[in-house]
C-alpha cells in the first residue's frame, strides 16, 4: 500500500520575510575574565549569540533597533 504524496507548494504565494538588522555570531571570549559589553545597554556576554552590526557587537537585534530610533 503506497502512502501519500506530499503536497505542492504554491510560490507565488510566499510572503518575504523583511530582513533583520544585524548579523548573528557566536562569540567566545578566551579567558573567563573577558566579557563582550553591549555599546548600548552595557549587558556583558562571556559565550552565547551576539548580533554585529557597524562593526560593534550588540547583545540582542532589540538594542540595534534603539540606536535607530530618533526621538
Not at 573567563?32 to 556583558?44: D, I, T, V
Not at 556576554?45 to 535607530?68: A, M, P, W
Amino acid at each position: 500500500m503506497a502512502g501519500k504524496k506530499p503536497s505542492k507548494v504554491n510560490y507565488g504565494n510566499k510572503i518575504k520575510e523583511a530582513e533583520k538588522p544585524g548579523k548573528a555570531t557566536m562569540y567566545m571570549a578566551g579567558d573567563k575574565s573577558l566579557f563582550n559589553e553591549c555599546p548600548k545597554c552595557g549587558q556583558k556576554t562571556g559565550k552565547g549569540i551576539v548580533y554585529e552590526y557597524q562593526n560593534s557587537l550588540y547583545c540582542s537585534r532589540y538594542c540595534i533597533l534603539k540606536i535607530n530610533v530618533v526621538l
